[in-house]
């Protein structure tokens, strides 16, 4: 299916990430920072899609998809931001930072595939 990047510093998410995504065929790496993300995501061949944790140590998720959305080497990467923060100004933040989509821990499986398909459909 694609090249999925998840961005997020908690392991456990990771995995539960990782697991659900190969479940669907794609193929997945991670990373625990979000400057770390921003440098795999500038190399060759950038991933299909990113998942993007916000809370982070160091540089936030929000500061992170800023950075890729508005570099024109990594603009076209969608970015789903998948999150504990739950408010509505968080949701409308991120979507202005250029994500595509901002779902809320915990993930329902069906819901975040669902979203996942789409980007990548309209893609390609």
């Given amino acids: ?6 961005i997020d510093d908690s392991p456990t998410d990771v995995r539960v990430l990782t697991a659900l995504l190969e479940r669907a065929g794609h193929q997945v790496a991670s990373v625990g920072n979000a400057e770390e993300g ?6 060759t061949p950038p991933p299909a899609l990113v998942i993007m944790d ?3 140590p160091g540089m936030n998720g929000f500061q992170a998809t800023r950075t890729l959305t508005r570099d024109p080497a990594t603009a076209e990467v969608p970015i789903v931001m ?3 923060k739950a408010m509505e100004t968080d949701r409308v933040w991120g979507l202005r930072q250029g ?5 809320t821990k915990p993930v329902n499986e069906g819901e ?4 996942i398909n789409q980007l990548l459909s309209s893609a390609a």
């Fill in 1 to 6: 299916m694609a090249d999925i990047l998840i």
């Fill in 38 to 43: 921003i440098e795999r995501v500038r190399s």
């Fill in 54 to 56: 916000v809370i982070m």
């Fill in 82 to 84: 998948i999150t504990t």
């Fill in 99 to 103: 994500a595509r989509a901002f779902i």
């Fill in 112 to 115: 975040l595939l669902a979203c």
